[in-house]
């Protein structure tokens, strides 16, 4: 257990700037998950927390420990690759064994802690065997098995559920979670699946081209996403985003597709006719007698619920998510609860908070 | 998935075959099995008469006091030789490994050697160590070492076998940074956060998973020391002095060649090829079964 903090990490590969600058305080067992598009920097920021790589400018600590210019050897960590990253050449037992070994434990201690681990894990019977004989799953498991034995300050995942099929998954998703809550280890997780990043992390780090875009708890972040990125990275299907305009002094907006909504939480703070960007999720939106004119283009039944996408009238696009069948319609007419809206700030993409009392 | 040609006709895949059967046939088993033959007969002085003479050739051959010396000459030229040779060209491999973005013009440096014609590369090591010419040589005998290869037996077979290893690290080489990359980066690194320091992990990951790519060139070399360094024998040393770098295949070809003692010569030639054969038997057993993870 303990604490990590990053400070100004930044990180460049010759010219191309990797990150900008990312801070990060972790709390004692706390379960942070990182999330992010495909290149936006999560690998780099977590092999550089493991001193793989060293950061361009920035300070890691560990327990208030610099140790920043530490080896990796020399930080007490264990990470979980998404390949895995087995020793090919040796069976389970002396993969788990290995890091223990290295470390000059005692040889019971070291069987005491692989017995442990192989059997939390359900590994006991396989052992003997070498990696390429385990499947996907097992391996997995190994890899974590060689991670816990360690009983490392901290844990390090590199999306380490990716290479697994989707039933799979889920099993070692809640697997994982309580494996983590049961030792209670400061875990650092790297993902780009929103519903394993709902659902694991105690706080969710989502990152953007290199920026800490907003870090809070998985709920918050749905229910206040702090820019457009944010809100368009998690949910499914995406929020919808609709162009309009600050009016009735800050109490309203005028969207581009013509209805006026007041602001249900109070008036924004910005002049009048500033351009607006307003979220909605699909599942917010209500057929209603009145409302935007929706024409359908697709339609998606997924059994317990169904997504809808078309087109307003002016040509923005909307997907639209309702329980059950789908309705046998090719139009639709839809309410905006005005309660469910997001409202950001088209020009920065950032949220817009009504203006304190 | 395994995927088939099938050929129309009978004819053809015999046909496409052919050619290479055919330079096999006419380079390979034609000479080889002369060789056998001429392993059981014996010519008089003059080489007027032929007479059968059984196994004599080869009990005369393995009672031979000369021959129990040659082999012993291949066993320490051919054991120095392929450590030498895999040892440096591991170290560069590694060397290598590290800077890959230099690994191209490194290679194409490093394959030189192995390019050049033995008595060119022999040359270029009678300018090094020849006693009164060579650079090192010549310094050598400066620092009153007394050095002369051409005298000296031991100091000949030091200098054939660096000869001998030099032509063979860069092939080496080649075959150790093709195994080192395809060690996936994460093992390493998986080792690095497991407490290994570099000296560890190269012991306890790379040199175990590089054993596949070890075994095939330890027999690989061994063939090449026992058997393709006639060559840079020949230039350096013509197996001297007094028979001090006189190795298996040097003497097949003196006793065939300059004693036009044909019966003998091929008898020795047949005991090099049942050898050649049994390394590569070992060789196919192991690379296909034993030698995996
Ligand atoms: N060794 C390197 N040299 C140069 N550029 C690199 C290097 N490693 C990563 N990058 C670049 O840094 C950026 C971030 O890479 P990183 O691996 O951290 O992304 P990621 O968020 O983990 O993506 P993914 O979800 O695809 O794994 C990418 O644009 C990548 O091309
Ligand atoms: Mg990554």
């Excluded at chain 1, 098995?145 to 039933?167: C, H, M, Q, T, W």
């Excluded at chain 2, 100091?155 to 080192?180: D, E, T």
Aim: hydrophobic residues 50%.
């Amino acid at each position: 257990m303990a604490t990590l903090s990053l400070a100004g990490i930044e990180k460049s590969f010759g010219a191309t700037r990797v990150l900008h600058g990312v801070d990060l305080d972790v709390a004692e067992g706390e379960m942070i998950v990182i999330v992010g598009a495909s290149g936006c920097g999560k690998s780099t920021l977590l092999r550089i927390v493991a001193g793989l790589e060293s950061p361009s400018a920035g300070r890691v600590r560990i327990d208030q420990r610099d140790v920043t210019a530490l080896e990796p050897a020399e930080r007490d960590i264990a990470m979980v690759f998404q390949n895995y990253a087995l020793y090919p050449h040796m069976s389970v037992r002396e993969n788990m064994a290995y890091g223990l070994k290295i470390r000059g434990f005692a040889r019971a201690e070291i069987e005491r802690r692989v017995a442990e681990a192989a059997a939390l894990l359900e590994l006991a019977p396989l052992l003997d065997r070498r990696p390429r004989q385990l499947s996907g799953g097992q391996r997995q498991r190994v890899a974590m098995g060689r991670a816990i034995v360690r009983e490392p300050k901290l844990f390090l995942f590199d999306e380490p559920l990716s290479n697994l099929d989707a039933k799979l998954r889920v099993q070692m998703r809640a697997e994982l979670r309580r494996l983590q809550r049961r030792l209670g280890v400061t875990s650092l997780f790297v993902t780009h699946d929103q519903v394993e990043a709902m659902t694991l992390g105690d706080r969710l780090l989502v990152m953007h081209q290199g920026h800490a875009a907003q870090l809070a708890t998985p709920m918050d972040i749905f229910e206040r996403p702090a820019d457009t990125y944010v809100a368009s990275f998690i949910g499914s299907p995406a929020m919808n985003f609709l162009a309009g305009r600050l009016t009735a002094g800050g109490a309203a907006v005028a969207l581009a597709a013509g209805p006026v909504l007041r602001f249900a939480d109070g008036p924004r703070p910005g002049a009048e006719g500033m351009p607006l960007t307003l979220g909605i999720r699909p599942e917010h939106l209500v057929p209603a007698a009145e409302g935007l004119a929706l024409a359908l283009d697709l339609v998606e039944p997924l059994g317990s619920e169904s997504v809808l996408h078309g087109r307003l009238a002016n040509g923005e696009a909307l997907a639209v998510r309702l329980p059950g069948r789908p309705p046998a319609v090719d139009r639709l007419t839809l309410a905006l609860p005005p309660a469910t809206l997001q409202v950001f700030v088209a020009e920065t993409g950032r949220r817009l908070d009504p203006s304190p009392a | 998935m395994e995927r088939k040609t099938v050929f129309p006709q009978r004819l053809l895949p015999y046909l496409l075959l052919a050619p290479q059967l055919l330079i096999t046939a006419v380079f390979f088993f034609w000479p080889a099995a002369q060789a056998v033959w001429f392993s059981f007969l014996r010519q008089d002085a003059f080489g007027i008469r032929t007479s059968f003479v059984g196994l004599e050739n080869f009990t005369e051959l393995l009672a031979d006091p000369t021959y129990h010396e040659a082999l012993r000459n291949t066993a320490v030229f051919a054991t120095a030789v392929s450590l030498l040779s895999l040892g440096l060209g591991l170290l560069f491999a590694v060397l290598a490994d590290r800077r890959i973005r230099g690994a191209g013009l490194y290679r194409t440096l490093l394959i030189w050697p192995y390019a050049v014609a033995p008595a060119v590369a022999a040359v270029l090591w009678i300018f090094l160590f020849h006693p009164q010419v060579g650079l090192i040589g010549r310094w050598l005998n400066g620092v009153g070492l007394g050095w002369d290869y051409k005298l000296n037996g031991g100091q000949a077979m030091l200098v054939v076998i660096l000869a001998a290893a030099w032509k063979q690290v860069a092939y080496n080489m080649i075959f150790f940074l093709a195994g080192l990359q395809s060690i996936p980066p994460s093992v390493l690194e998986a080792a690095a956060i497991d407490g290994a320091r570099p000296w560890q992990r190269f012991w306890t990951i790379t040199f175990p998973l590089l054993s596949p790519t070890t075994f095939f060139l330890i027999v690989v070399n061994l063939v090449y020391a026992c058997f393709d360094t006639f060559g840079v024998i020949d230039a350096l040393t013509k197996g001297g002095p007094a028979k001090a770098t006189e190795t298996l295949i040097y003497r097949a070809y003196v006793d065939g060649r300059v004693n036009l003692d044909l019966g003998m010569s091929s008898a020795q030639s047949v005991v090099l090829m049942v050898v050649v054969i049994l390394l590569t038997m070992v060789q196919f057993r192991y690379v296909e079964r034993r030698v995996h993870y």
